[in-house]
C-alpha cells in the first residue's frame, strides 16, 4: 500500500508545487567600476505584467535588460521559467541592497527574495602614474586628472589634463565630463592619443586638455569624470554585447590667490599698436590695429578700447575673435582690435595714449603697459569744378527715345504680373484642396498613455530611423546599435515608467512622461563611430 502511494506522488505534476520568484547574482562583492549581472526568475508561474525594476535606480544604473521563457517537459512534467536578465553598475559604494521585486502572476502576487551586495573602491591612477601607485595589469581602464601646478591665481588659466588609459578595446563609450562650481571650463577640440608601457602592459593613452580659469579664491575642486563603456568581446567569445564598465577619475583640487588691486593677471603681455598712415585727406578714414598677446591669462579680459573716443573723431571698432593656444604646456591667448578712425575736422589731430594696467605673474607685481599716442595731420579736401557737357540735340532725343521704349516694356511685364496673380487666388478661392492626412509626430495629440507611446515611435522613427512599431523597451540596445549618445539614465526612467503603467496596477502621468521624453530627445546625439580600436581612434566631444 505505502509502495503504490509513494508511486503515485512520483506520477504527480511539478506544478502542483507553489511559483517562484528567485533573485540571484553573478558575484557577492565587486569594484565599483564592474558591471553586475541580476538575474530574476519566474518559476512554473506565467506573468501578468513585467516587473516594475525601477527600486533598483536607488542605488544601481541599469545598463541593459533582457527577458528570457524556456519551456521544459521531462517524463510528462512539464516546467516553465520566465527570466529577466539585468547588467547593473553599481552608483556609489559600501553594502548594497538589491530590494525585493513583485510580479503578478495568474496564481496571484509573487515577491521575490532580496540580496546585499558589497560594492568596494575600485583603484584610481594618481598623476603620471608615480611608481609606488602603479596601475596594475588587471585595471583595464584608467582615467587620471593631472596639471603641472600647484597654486593659481584668480583669472589665471592653468592647463589640466584627463589620461584615459585602456589594454582594451572598448564599444559605446561615454564620457561625463568634469565639473566645478568656481572655475571657468574651456575643453580644447583636439585631443592627443599614444601609448604607454605600464607594469609590462601595453596601454593607448587619449589625453584631453582642459583650460581651467578660478573665478575665486580658496580651494578649486575639479569634480571626476566618468567614463562608461563596454569591453569588447573577444573575437572567439560568443558573447553578443560586451561587458560593461563604469571608471571615475580622481578628483582634482588646487588653491586660487585674490590678485592685489582686483587687476587680470598676465604673463609676458605684449601690446603692438600699428597705423597705416600719419597724413590724411579730409573725409578719408585711418585704420589702426592694436594685437594682444599674453600667456596664463585671457586678453578677452581687456575688454574696451572706448576711452580712446575723442571729439575730434569717431571710432568704428572690429574685434577678432580670440585664440587659445597651449605653448610649452602654457595657455597663450591673443586677438587683435581694429579701429576705423574718421576724423571730425581738418588740421593736427593728437590720438591720446592708452594705459592696461594689469598683474605681472612672472615678477609679482602690478605693471602698466602703455599704448603711446600720435599725431594725424588731416588735409582739406579739393575742390570739384563742376563741369556741364553739352551733348547735341539729336544724341538727346535719341536718349528719350529709347526710354520711352523701356517704360513702355515695363509696363507690359507689370500688366502681365498683375494678370497671372489674379488667376492665382481666384484658383486658391475657388478650389479648396483637400486636406492631406500625414503620419508625422507633430500631428499626433497626446491625451494619454496610448497616444504617448504612438507619439514616441512616431517620433524615434523620423528624427533618429527607427521602425515605428520597436517594442519601446527595446529603444536604449536600438540608439545603441545606431551609433547614437544619450541619457541613459533618463532613458530607462522612461521605459520603466511606461512598463509601469502597461503591465501593472500603477498609473503613470503621461504629461510628466512627455516633458521627460522631451528632455532626453534633447540629449540623443550622433557619432560618427563610437567604437574603439586599438589606437583608440575616438571622438571624444560626447
Avoid at 85 to 109: D, H, M, W, Y
Wanted: with cysteine; glycine share 4%.
Amino acid at each position: 500500500m505505502i509502495s503504490r502511494l509513494l508511486f503515485l506522488l512520483v506520477l504527480l505534476p511539478l506544478n502542483i508545487f507553489a511559483a517562484q520568484f528567485i533573485v540571484n547574482v553573478d558575484s557577492t562583492e565587486i569594484a565599483d567600476t564592474q558591471s553586475l549581472k541580476i538575474s530574476y526568475e519566474l518559476i512554473d508561474a506565467k506573468p501578468l505584467d513585467q516587473p516594475d525594476f525601477s527600486a533598483l535606480l536607488e542605488n544601481f544604473e541599469i545598463f541593459r535588460q533582457h527577458k528570457m521563457m524556456t519551456y521544459k517537459n521531462y517524463n510528462g512534467v512539464s516546467s516553465s521559467t520566465h527570466s529577466w536578465e539585468l547588467i547593473v553598475l553599481p552608483q556609489t559604494t559600501g553594502n548594497l541592497t538589491i530590494p525585493a521585486i513583485s510580479v503578478r502572476t495568474k496564481s496571484g502576487k509573487i515577491t521575490s527574495n532580496s540580496l546585499n551586495v558589497n560594492v568596494v573602491a575600485g583603484t584610481k591612477a594618481i598623476s603620471a602614474p608615480p611608481k609606488h601607485t602603479q596601475p596594475e595589469s588587471t585595471q583595464p581602464i584608467i582615467l587620471e586628472l593631472a596639471a603641472n601646478v600647484q597654486k593659481v591665481m584668480v583669472n589665471e588659466s592653468f592647463i589640466l589634463k584627463l589620461n584615459l588609459f585602456s589594454s582594451v578595446n572598448m564599444l559605446n563609450l561615454e564620457l561625463e565630463d568634469i565639473k566645478c562650481e568656481n572655475a571657468i571650463i574651456q575643453r580644447l577640440d583636439q585631443s592627443q592619443q599614444y601609448t604607454k608601457f605600464i607594469n609590462g602592459t601595453n596601454y593607448n593613452v587619449t589625453e584631453i586638455s582642459y583650460i581651467i580659469t578660478p573665478i575665486k579664491s580658496g580651494e578649486i575642486v575639479i569634480h571626476p569624470a566618468t567614463i562608461t563603456a563596454e569591453i569588447a568581446p573577444s573575437f572567439f567569445s560568443r558573447l553578443a554585447y560586451g561587458k560593461p564598465i563604469k571608471v571615475s577619475s580622481n578628483e582634482f583640487s588646487i588653491q586660487a590667490e585674490a590678485v592685489p588691486g582686483g587687476l587680470y593677471p598676465f604673463a609676458n603681455l605684449q601690446v603692438i599698436d600699428t597705423i597705416d598712415k600719419e597724413e590724411i585727406t579730409e573725409g578719408e578714414g585711418l585704420e589702426r590695429r592694436i594685437s594682444l598677446q599674453a600667456d596664463r591669462g585671457f586678453v578677452t579680459n581687456i575688454t574696451s578700447f572706448d576711452s580712446m573716443q575723442h571729439q575730434d573723431f569717431k571710432i568704428y571698432t572690429d574685434k577678432s575673435e580670440p585664440v587659445e593656444k597651449i605653448i610649452d604646456a602654457k595657455v597663450r591667448s591673443s586677438k587683435t582690435v581694429n579701429l576705423t578712425l574718421i576724423p571730425t575736422k581738418v588740421g593736427e589731430i593728437e590720438l591720446p595714449e592708452y594705459t592696461i594696467e594689469w598683474w605681472d605673474l612672472e615678477h609679482k607685481k602690478a605693471r602698466k603697459s602703455v599704448i603711446p599716442g600720435k599725431k594725424i595731420n588731416v588735409s582739406p579736401a579739393a575742390a570739384e569744378e563742376e563741369a556741364l557737357s553739352e551733348e547735341p540735340i539729336a544724341i538727346v532725343t535719341e536718349k528719350i527715345g529709347r526710354l520711352n521704349y523701356k517704360i513702355s516694356n515695363t509696363l507690359v511685364a507689370l500688366l502681365l504680373i498683375s494678370v497671372i496673380a489674379n488667376i492665382l487666388l481666384l484658383i486658391k478661392i475657388f478650389k479648396i484642396p483637400a486636406k492631406l492626412k500625414t503620419n508625422s509626430y507633430k500631428d499626433i495629440e497626446v491625451k494619454d498613455m496610448q497616444s504617448l507611446v504612438t507619439y514616441i515611435k512616431a517620433y524615434a522613427n523620423a528624427k533618429w530611423g527607427i521602425t515605428k512599431n520597436f517594442p519601446v523597451g527595446d529603444l536604449t540596445n536600438i540608439l545603441r546599435s545606431k551609433n547614437y549618445y544619450f541619457d541613459k539614465k533618463l532613458a530607462n526612467k522612461i521605459i520603466n515608467k511606461i512598463n509601469a503603467n502597461n503591465y501593472s496596477n500603477k498609473t503613470a502621468d503621461y504629461q510628466e512622461i512627455l516633458t521627460e521624453w522631451q528632455k532626453f530627445s534633447r540629449t540623443v546625439i550622433k557619432a560618427e563611430d563610437k567604437s574603439v580600436d586599438n589606437k583608440l581612434d575616438i571622438d571624444l566631444n560626447l
